[in-house]
């Protein structure tokens, strides 16, 4: 597996986003104020490990400015970024040398997920999941992108997290499964509901 290592700034949040997805952040604290407007001046990454229960966890992402949508007076601001990857986090400081925000040292992993499994892969095609713009159709040659699963289906932060974390591909893909089997009943009891509906 090819692992390499970056140190890099850190702004810590109970967010987690995969490849090419977006977030506004909104910036009020003087640490990020610095951070994101030295990413502004530099065109330079950050990342974003995963917090939760106030506790830093051991994988986020990393991230780019996209936009600065507005700021005000007083240097708060209203921003855009986008993940460009994920990584596992082997260290991280509170506060860098002569910065006011915190950095760390990350790892990237291989996150080439992709399954055949015939019980995602029918539940994807019944469904109709949107195609992804990025990574192209969900499906290629009965081959399932795990992630681009994920993306689809809009989990939430926590939910995101935990089945990134996973790291085991069959794992993942029960953890889809699931996910899918659950959607395919909402979508049979509106159907349902709607067909009642249109009775009366």
Known sequence: ??????YMAMFPLQTFL????DLPLRIF???????IN????TNETFGIPYVHNNEVKSYGSEVELVEIISKNSVGEMVIVVKGIANFHLLNF????PNKLYGGGEVEYVDDKFTTTNPELVVLVKKLKLEIDPVMGSLITNNSVNLFSVAKAIQLNFDDKFSFY???DKN???NYL???????EQIQIQEKKLKNDFSLN
């Open 171 to 173: 794992k993942m893909v």
């Open 29 to 35: 604290e003087p640490r990020y104020k610095q951070l």
């Open 38 to 41: 030295e990413c502004h001046e």
């Open 165 to 167: 974390s996973l790291r």
């Open 1 to 6: 597996m090819d692992r390499s290592t970056k």
């Open 177 to 183: 499964i699931k996910r899918l089997q659950f959607l």
């Open 93 to 96: 400081k509170e506060k860098l």
């Open 18 to 21: 995969l490849p090419d997805e």
